[in-house]
């Protein structure tokens, strides 16, 4: 049963930075790729960021330059550095998991089967 605990949103004002956090814990598929999605209202859900086994990442543009994944292979955490915050980044953020396999694409929503609960964001 695998497990996906998100935590770290809250508020901040442009400008600002948040970091959020994913606890993993459960069996993961041996090679995986877990990735930060967000979804805002009215909004669809979008990928965010995005880590696989082979340690590649994968940014959207909107964030490209002021966030930054990283993920702890001991502890299977993922962390999310959230800088220059801008208040088009407030969304409910989310941590999500999928089997890596060749020709992924990691910012779709559709490629992951494992969901955190969700953590709030709100840029102001």
């Known amino acids: 049963h695998v497990q996906l605990v998100e935590s770290g949103g809250g508020s901040a004002q442009a400008g600002g930075s948040l970091r959020l956090s994913c606890a993993a814990s459960?069996?993961?598929?041996?090679?995986?790729?877990m990735g930060w999605l967000r979804q805002a209202p009215g909004k669809e859900r979008e990928g965010v960021a995005s880590?696989?086994?082979?340690?590649?990442?994968t940014y959207a543009d909107s964030v490209k330059g002021r966030f930054t994944l990283s993920y702890n292979y001991g502890s299977h955490a993922m962390f999310l550095q959230m800088n220059s915050l801008k208040p088009e980044d407030t969304a409910k953020y989310y941590c999500?998991?999928?089997?890596?396999?060749?020709?992924?694409?990691?910012?779709?929503?559709?490629?992951?089967?494992?969901w955190g609960q969700g953590t709030q964001v709100t840029v102001s």
């Open positions: 999500a998991a999928a089997p890596l396999y060749p020709g992924i694409q990691p910012l779709r929503d559709d490629e992951y089967n494992y």
């Open positions: 459960g069996y993961l598929y041996s090679s995986a790729c």
């Open positions: 880590i696989d086994s082979d340690g590649i990442t």
